[in-house]
Nanobody, 127 residues
Framework: QAHLVESGGALVQPGGSLRLSCATS????????IGWFRQVPGKEREGLSC????????HYIDSVKGRFTISTDMNTNTVYLQMNNLRPEDTATYHC????????????????????WGQGTQVTVSS
């Protein structure tokens, strides 16, 4: 059974960095795309970044481009989201999600494109 577990969220000061981890199990990561999303209470889930099954990553929100990096470690079946120069507006619950990518060319910022979701990890940016 496919399973995702996020970790790495914390309280951090503005300008700080965090690395979020998405540990995957129950499926072959080499055939799946992984997306990172964030959600603030009362707002829709926002698609941030995605990495496809061949390791090509992209970011969908202008405010995170140049600050966030998505990567995959196939040895540990873990997808990372490195977040630098964090801002108070980055405060949210961060989720990773998985969807099949057998052609090696799929990514999406749409939550409806992903079938498996983790529980989320809280990131709070505040002084």
């Amino acid at each position: 059974q496919a399973h995702l577990v996020e970790s790495g969220g914390a309280l951090v000061q503005p300008g700080g960095s965090l690395r979020l981890s998405c540990a995957t199990s129950g499926f072959n990561l080499r055939y799946y795309a992984i997306g990172w999303f964030r959600q603030v209470p009362g707002k829709e889930r926002e698609g941030l970044s995605c990495i496809n099954s061949i390791g090509v990553g992209r970011h969908y929100i202008d405010s995170v481009k140049g600050r966030f990096t998505i990567s995959t470690d196939m040895n540990t079946n873990t997808v990372y989201l490195q977040m630098n120069n964090l801002r108070p507006e980055d405060t949210a619950t961060y989720h990773c999600a998985a969807t099949g990518d057998y052609q090696g060319n799929f990514c999406s910022a749409s939550a409806s494109s992903f079938e498996v979701w983790g529980q989320g990890t809280q990131v709070t940016v505040s002084s």
